[in-house]
C-alpha cells in the first residue's frame, strides 16, 4: 500500500450578493447630456470606449450596451442596455413585469420608481425586490434597479445572449455558473437554471459512479499541476451555501461529504497556500462565507460518523464471513493457496490497514470511499497468490462502497 500525505486544502467560495448603493433618481437625467441622448451614434461610440456614463459615476457595460436596447438594468456600478423581448422570452419574472401597465407619474420624482416585490413561493423557490425608474430614463430607456451584484448580471446576461460557455468546474467556473444559477432562479429563467445544475452535478454528483468520474478527474489535475484535488474544485463550503440559496438539495450530500474530508484546521484555520484562488473573474477579493449554525452541526456529525464507518470497515474486513469463509473448496484457492494462509492475509491486510489510516493518518485517513476502494485492491487479481480471495476482496469493497454512498444523507442529517 502506498503512503502519502494527506490532502485537501481548503479554497476560497464565491462571494455572496451585494446590495447597490442607493441612488437618487435625479442623478439619472444628468447621466447622459442632452446632445447625446439626441444622438444615437453618439451613445453607441460611447459604448465602444467603456467610459463612466458622462462622469456621474456609473459605468456602461462595454459588450452588453445595444443601441437599440429598450431597458437599461443597473446593478452596483454597472448598466446595461438590452431588450425587453430578449428578458420576457426566458424569464417568467421579466414577462410578467413588462406586462404590467406603466405607473402614473407624479411631478415628483420619488413618485416616479414602482417598487416590485415578488415573494417567494413554492415554486419559485426564491423572492425578487427591484425598482422600476420610467420617468429618468436613460436613452428613452427606463431603468430597472436590481439588488444583484454586477458580475451575476453580466453573467446571466451574456448567457442569454450568447448561450451558457461553462467550463471545467474549476474555481472561476464556478463563480460564473453560480451566478447564472443564483440569477435564473431569482427571476425563474427556468433553462438557464436547469442547464447549470446539470452543469455543477458533474463536481457534485448525487451517483456514486459519477463521484468516481469526479474524483478521477480531480486526480488527473493533481498529476498534471502538482496541486492538491481541492486546488481544482471550489471550496464545498460555497457549493453547500448556493445550494441553501436557491434550494437545491440534490448539490448537498456530496458537497458536505468533500467538505468532511478536510481536516479541522483546513476548514477553521485555512492559510493562504490552502485556499486557492482569491480574486474574483474582476479582480476584486473573494470574502470567504461561513457556513450557518445548523450546516456546521450537520458538518460535525457527519465527519464523526465518516470516521466511524472507516473503522467499522477496517473491522469487518476482517470479519465478514464473505471474505473469511468464501471460497469454501480448497479446489477454489490458486497456487496451493490454503484457505488458512488467505486467512492469514486478510488479517495482516487489516493490521496494515489500521496502522496506514487510523493511527498513521496517512492519504484518505478521512475518506472512507477512498479507503473502501484502496482496501478492494490490496490483493489485486493480477498479483495475489489467490485469485478467488483477490476477487472476492474486490467485490466486498464495491458492495461496501455503495452501502455507504446511500449512507451520506444520514450521516449529515439531510433532507433530500
Not at 49 to 75: E, I, P, Q
Request: overall charge negative; charged content about 25%.
Amino acid at each position: 500500500m502506498a503512503m502519502y500525505s494527506s490532502y485537501y486544502p481548503l479554497p476560497i467560495p464565491a462571494s455572496g450578493l451585494h446590495s447597490p448603493p442607493p441612488m437618487s433618481p435625479k442623478k439619472l437625467s444628468c447621466c447622459y447630456p442632452q446632445s447625446k441622448q439626441a444622438n444615437s451614434e453618439n451613445a453607441c461610440d460611447e459604448k465602444e470606449t467603456g467610459k463612466d456614463a458622462s462622469g456621474s459615476g456609473f459605468t456602461k457595460h462595454d459588450d452588453l450596451w445595444f443601441c437599440d436596447g429598450s431597458v437599461v438594468l443597473r446593478a452596483e456600478n454597472t448598466i446595461f442596455r438590452v431588450h425587453k423581448s430578449q428578458l420576457s422570452r426566458h424569464s417568467a419574472f421579466f414577462h410578467d413585469l413588462f406586462s404590467l401597465p406603466q405607473p402614473h407619474h407624479e411631478k415628483s420624482n420619488e413618485q416616479s420608481r414602482a417598487i416590485i416585490d415578488r415573494k417567494p413561493s413554492s415554486s419559485s423557490r426564491s423572492s425578487a425586490v427591484l425598482e422600476v425608474d420610467s420617468e429618468n430614463e436613460i436613452e428613452g430607456c427606463p431603468v430597472i434597479y436590481l439588488h444583484d451584484s454586477a458580475e451575476d448580471v453580466e453573467n446571466l446576461l451574456t448567457a442569454l445572449y450568447d448561450g451558457p460557455d461553462f467550463g471545467n468546474n474549476d474555481h472561476t467556473d464556478f463563480r460564473t455558473v453560480s451566478g447564472i444559477l443564483r440569477l435564473s432562479t431569482k427571476y425563474l429563467v427556468d433553462t438557464l437554471r436547469t442547464k447549470s445544475l446539470s452543469h455543477l452535478s458533474t463536481a457534485w454528483p448525487s451517483t456514486l459512479k459519477m463521484w468516481d468520474a469526479r474524483e478521477d478527474v480531480a486526480r488527473a489535475h493533481e498529476l498534471t499541476t502538482g496541486l492538491g484535488v481541492a486546488h481544482l474544485y471550489p471550496s464545498p463550503i460555497a457549493v453547500i451555501n448556493l445550494a441553501r440559496e436557491v434550494n437545491e438539495p440534490s448539490l448537498l450530500p456530496s458537497a458536505f461529504y468533500d467538505l468532511s474530508r478536510y481536516h479541522y484546521t483546513q476548514i477553521f484555520e485555512p492559510n493562504e497556500e490552502d485556499e486557492g484562488p482569491s480574486h474574483s473573474s474582476r479582480g476584486a477579493i473573494v470574502t470567504p462565507l461561513p457556513l450557518s449554525g445548523p450546516d456546521m452541526q450537520k458538518l460535525m456529525l457527519g465527519k464523526e460518523a465518516t470516521q466511524n464507518a472507516i473503522t467499522s470497515l477496517i473491522q469487518s474486513m476482517g470479519t465478514s464471513s464473505t471474505l473469511l469463509h468464501l471460497p469454501y473448496s480448497p479446489s477454489q484457492h490458486t497456487h496451493a493457496h490454503s484457505h488458512r494462509a488467505c486467512r492469514r492475509d486478510f488479517s495482516e491486510l487489516v493490521a496494515l490497514a489500521t496502522q496506514h489510516y487510523l493511527f498513521d493518518r496517512e492519504r484518505g485517513c478521512t475518506d472512507p470511499l477512498y479507503v473502501a476502494d484502496e482496501l478492494g485492491q490490496l490483493k489485486s487479481a493480477e498479483f495475489s497468490e489467490c485469485e478467488a480471495c483477490a476477487r472476492a476482496l474486490e467485490m466486498w469493497a464495491a458492495r461496501e462502497r455503495e452501502r455507504m454512498w446511500k449512507m451520506i444523507p444520514l450521516w449529515f442529517r439531510l433532507e433530500i
